[in-house]
């Protein structure tokens, strides 16, 4: 499966962006999905993630109440929804692709940069 991530831009603290994550080559329905993020100079840390049938998610503390994860899989497409954006919100945000049964996040997407400003 191939990941192609989008939305990433330049917003202010305060401020809202809403992530896409596209499929193609594969249905995502086999697969559960997440979001992750790198700000530079750290390491890439998971953000959210949403199981392959939608009834679950999962976010860090970090950013639980302010971004939702969700998965339209007749649209091949996860979404980030993040309100309430603060500076330490910078990064580069990555969708990624699991199969149910494994651990591992195997396939990935390009990355979307996020800045917020203060």
């Known amino acids: 499966v191939q990941l192609q991530a989008s939305g990433g831009g330049l917003v202010q603290a305060g401020g809202s962006l809403s992530l896409s994550c596209v499929a193609s080559?594969?249905?995502?329905?086999?697969?559960?999905m997440a979001w992750f993020r790198q700000a530079p100079g750290k390491e890439r840390d998971f953000v959210a993630g949403?199981?392959?049938?939608?009834?679950?998610?999962y976010y860090a503390h970090s950013v639980e109440g302010r971004f939702t994860i969700s998965r339209d899989n007749a649209k091949n497409t996860v979404y980030l929804q993040m309100n309430s954006l603060k500076p330490e919100d910078t990064a580069v945000y990555y969708c990624?692709?699991?199969?149910?049964?494994?651990?591992?996040?195997?396939?990935w997407g390009q990355g979307t940069l996020v800045t917020v400003s203060s």
């Open positions: 990624a692709a699991r199969y149910s049964w494994s651990s591992e996040y195997a396939y």
């Open positions: 080559g594969h249905t995502l329905e086999s697969y559960d």
């Open positions: 949403i199981v392959w049938h939608g009834s679950n998610t």
